[in-house]
Nanobody, 123 residues
């Protein structure tokens, strides 16, 4: 099993910055991808991809955060960070860490999720 611990959420004014971190621990053989998703506050809002880093270097961002958010990974610590700059009220959401990993050689890869951390952008 893989456990994820997130940190770094909070309240920030528009234009401010926050840095989210997610540390993966437990039985980990390999990690294919690490990323962040979010679910906004509006009723019926679905969880959406924010950013993902695959195979250690390939990054993908949703259009609304390009140029403002940056994802990075510390392979030695099995940690992924999301640096969020120029935050806007529409970035307000619960942010979830996601890791695609397996625990033993030859095992299939599974998706693991963090518990979520609240990010609120408001004046």
């Amino acid at each position: 099993q893989v456990q994820l611990v997130e940190s770094g959420g909070g309240l920030v004014q528009p234009g401010g910055s926050l840095r989210l971190s997610c540390a993966a621990s437990g039985s980990i053989f390999s990690i294919n991808a690490m990323g962040w998703y979010r679910r906004g506050q509006a009723p019926g809002k679905e969880r959406e991809l924010v950013a993902v880093i695959r195979n250690g270097t390939n990054t993908v961002y949703t259009d609304s955060v390009k140029g403002r958010f940056s994802i990075s990974r510390d392979n030695a610590k099995n940690t992924v960070h999301l640096q969020m700059n120029s935050l806007k009220p529409e970035d307000t959401a619960v942010y979830y860490c996601n890791v695609h990993a397996n625990s033993r050689v030859g095992d299939p890869l599974y998706n693991y999720w963090g518990q979520g951390t609240q990010v609120t952008v408001s004046s």
